[in-house]
Every structure is written in structure tokens, then in C-alpha cells.
């Protein structure tokens, strides 16, 4: 099953590399697939490459990437632990906007990635990926939040968590703070589609999962319903060899390691 998900990603991988969908093929220096474990539960998905991504063919390796492995490491998670990829696989031009006939014609290349992986969480990062899952959403309002994913991204049993994108958080400490708390939220959100996962109603469950608010900083508010769920290996289904539950324990137990995410990311160094 790894095995297979891995060659599927390479073969998408390959065929972003040789892209000539749209425009941004003419510009480019490298196209950037995306990458991370074929095994992972949550994808985060950003915007398009920058200056840097284009060079290397590697997402978020800049200063914006060096902001996400905080993110990731305030809840004691890594960049190998997930999968990192762009709505945008090649960089536009002098970092501008990606266009919509370009999102459109890349689209694909995402949908495919996601039907491989099948996550239980996509992390929206920007306004431009948030489009892609919560469409007609606005970023002030619905960062730190949950939501159903619209099938046709490729993600249908999957829940969508919006975030500001990191080099939003490089501009203002404001976002800075409220990306470091709503990242906190990330592995709440992951036990809460597991459950639904296991229920085998991710998208009925959803839809009730979208008025359940994730407030900034905190666990999903259920009225009358359970608090805080227990991070630990015991979250998952206790199957021995089985890779998915090999990946979930590895990042629970990681997780379970950040005693106070918050308060140790603040003392990491940004810049
Ligand atoms: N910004 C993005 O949205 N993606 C990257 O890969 C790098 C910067």
C-alpha cells in the first residue's frame, strides 16, 4: 500500500515536472510537485512556488517554508510527518497571484495527489488554497476553523482547516500569533476526522463539523459535547504492522512530546 502510494505520487510528481498546462510552464526554472510521507493523514496545501521553491523543486523551503516547520514543530510534528504541496505547482512570475485559468489547469495535478493520499485533514494555507476548498470563505473569518471538503478536489473524505499563509505571519506578528495558536487546533481537527473517518461519514459528519467552531487557540467547540480529545497513542487503532497506524502513532507520539506547543514555539527563533 506504501509502496503503491509512493509510485503513484512519482508518477504525478514526473508529469508535473514535464507540465505544459498553462503559462506557467514558460517561466518557471523547476516545477514544484510537493512532497512528504505517501503515508501522512494531513496535507498542507500553499499557494504556488516562490523564488526559492523554483529553484530546488522543493515546496516551502524558504522563509515562508522556515515559518511552516515552526508551525509544524509547535505541535511537536516535522515536514516528513505530512504532505506539503501547492495549489499552484510552478512559480508565477515575480511571485505574482496565481490566475484562475492557471489554478484551473493545475487543479488536476492536486486532485490526483489527494486521491492517493485520501487525508483525513487538509490544511488550507492562504486565501488562494482556502478558495480551493472553502470556496466563497474569507480568510479573517474562517482561519483557525473546520469544514466539509468539496469531493471534487480530490479529498472527499477529508476535513479542511483553514490557515493564514506563513509569509502572512512573517509580515505581522498578529498573524504570527494567531497561526501559532490555530496550529495548536490541527491535532484536534485530525482526531476529529479520524472519528468520522471510522464512522465512515466524513462528509455527513462534516457537514455538521462546519458549525462546529474551532476557536482560535482551543479544541473544536461541540455544544454539549466532549471537551478537549486526549492526544496519545491510545487516539488510534491499536494494529501493530499496519503502516497507516504505524504514521498515526509516530505523529501522536510526537505530538504528545510537545508538552506546551505554544509556549515552546515562542522560544524558538523565526528569522
Ligand atoms: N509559498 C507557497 O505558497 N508555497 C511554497 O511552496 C512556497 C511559498
Given at each position: 500500500m506504501l509502496d503503491e502510494r509512493r509510485a503513484a505520487l512519482e508518477e504525478i510528481a514526473s508529469e508535473v515536472r514535464d507540465c505544459t498546462r498553462c503559462r506557467l510552464a514558460e517561466t518557471r526554472t523547476r516545477a514544484v510537485p510537493g512532497e512528504g510521507d505517501p503515508d501522512t493523514e494531513v496535507v498542507f496545501v500553499g499557494e504556488g512556488p516562490g523564488f526559492n521553491e523554483d529553484r530546488e523543486g522543493r515546496p516551502f523551503i524558504g522563509r515562508a517554508g522556515a515559518f511552516l516547520g515552526t508551525l509544524l514543530g509547535s505541535v511537536g510534528w516535522q515536514r516528513e510527518d505530512v504532505f506539503i504541496t501547492n495549489v499552484v505547482k510552478c512559480r508565477p512570475p515575480d511571485n505574482r497571484d496565481p490566475l484562475p485559468d492557471e489554478i484551473a489547469a493545475c487543479a488536476p495535478h492536486l486532485e490526483r495527489q489527494l486521491a492517493v493520499l485520501d487525508p483525513a485533514v487538509v490544511v488550507t494555507l492562504g486565501r488562494f488554497s482556502m478558495n480551493t476548498f472553502i470556496p466563497g470563505a474569507r480568510i479573517g473569518q474562517v482561519h483557525g476553523t473546520v469544514h466539509p471538503v468539496d469531493p471534487a478536489t480530490g479529498a472527499p473524505n477529508a476535513l479542511a482547516f483553514a490557515m493564514y499563509h506563513p509569509a502572512a505571519a512573517l509580515r505581522s506578528t498578529g498573524v504570527q500569533r494567531d497561526s501559532l495558536e490555530d496550529m495548536r487546533?490541527?491535532?484536534?481537527?485530525?482526531?476529529?476526522?479520524?472519528?468520522?473517518?471510522?464512522?465512515?461519514?466524513?462528509?455527513?459528519?462534516?457537514?455538521?463539523?462546519?458549525?462546529?467552531?474551532?476557536?482560535?487557540?482551543?479544541?473544536?467547540?461541540?455544544?454539549?459535547g466532549p471537551a478537549q480529545p486526549t492526544m496519545g497513542p491510545t487516539a488510534g487503532p491499536a494494529q501493530t504492522g499496519d503502516p497507516v497506524t504505524a504514521t498515526r502513532d509516530r505523529v501522536d507520539q510526537a505530538h504528545t512530546l510537545a508538552a506546551d506547543p505554544v509556549d515552546e514555539a515562542s522560544q524558538l527563533t523565526l528569522f
Open positions: 487546533s490541527v491535532p484536534a481537527v485530525l482526531l476529529q476526522a479520524r472519528a468520522l473517518r471510522e464512522e465512515g461519514s466524513a462528509q455527513a459528519g462534516a457537514g455538521e463539523s462546519a458549525a462546529r467552531v474551532v476557536a482560535p487557540g482551543g479544541a473544536p467547540t461541540e455544544p454539549g
